[in-house]
């Protein structure tokens, strides 16, 4: 199982400040099929970035993601009000599929 | 636009069983892959079953294997989570998705086993 630490666990900014979100896997990621989600209270999980840097349609162009191997970053340029939120890194190129434990991101 | 719409949680005691389901539309069903995913209340995303599009491919979680049966009806566009001898551990909210670059989310049902 390819087990997926996230760094920090918290993170406390401003909004229009930059957030940098780490992902770390215990073995290489296949193919980069590493993904990564919004989740706020009480709503499910949005898709933010998907094959380690490509952005769905709809996603802001202030997400961006980068890396490979077992090395992964999610960039937030200028937080807005509404990016405060949990983050995880999701692996999908192994089975069993893993998440990261979150990274929640949080006004200072 | 892709809908996932999850029904079925509920309450349940213990060695329990479970049926959920995921109405899917919006899309080609039978094209993709489908997961569930589950939170316990207050803790993070744990993975736990998907299916390849014909249903011939599935892979668990361990700690469900031999518990869980994930299946779909291409026919009626949609898939199901048949949840047997349930644990007080199996308390969450469970999510349907599509995988297809990254997941695509339904809104959850929760499912609470608890005497």
């Known amino acids: 199982e390819i087990v997926l630490t996230q760094s920090p666990g918290t993170l406390s900014l401003s909004p229009g400040e930059r957030a940098t979100l780490s992902c770390r896997a215990s073995?290489?990621?296949?193919?980069?099929?590493l993904a990564w989600y919004q989740q706020k209270p009480g709503q499910a999980p949005r898709l933010l970035i998907y094959?380690?840097?490509s952005r769905p349609t709809g996603i802001p162009d202030r997400f961006s993601g980068s890396g490979s191997g077992t090395d992964f970053t999610l960039i937030i340029s200028r937080l807005e009000p509404e990016d405060f939120a949990v983050y995880y890194c999701?692996?999908?190129?192994?089975?069993?599929?893993?998440f990261g434990q979150g990274t929640k991101v949080e006004i200072k | 636009e892709v809908q996932l719409v999850e029904s079925g949680g509920g309450l349940v005691q213990p060695g329990g069983s479970l049926r959920l389901s995921c109405a899917a539309s919006g899309f080609t069903f039978s094209n993709y892959w489908m997961t569930w995913v589950r939170q316990a209340p207050g803790k993070g995303l744990e993975w736990v079953a998907n299916?390849?599009?014909?249903?011939?491919?599935?892979n668990y979680v361990d700690s469900v294997k031999g518990r869980f049966t994930i299946s779909r009806d291409n026919a009626k566009d949609s898939l199901y989570l048949q949840m047997n001898s349930l644990r007080a551990d199996d308390t969450a909210v469970y999510f349907c998705?599509?995988?297809?670059?990254?997941?695509?989310w339904g809104q959850g049902t929760l499912v609470t086993v608890s005497s």
């Open positions: 094959g380690a840097s």
């Open positions: 073995q290489s990621v296949r193919s980069d099929y």
């Open positions: 999701q692996q999908y190129g192994r089975s069993p599929e893993t």
């Open positions: 299916t390849n599009q014909d249903g011939s491919e599935v």
């Open positions: 998705a599509r995988k297809g670059g990254g997941l695509r």
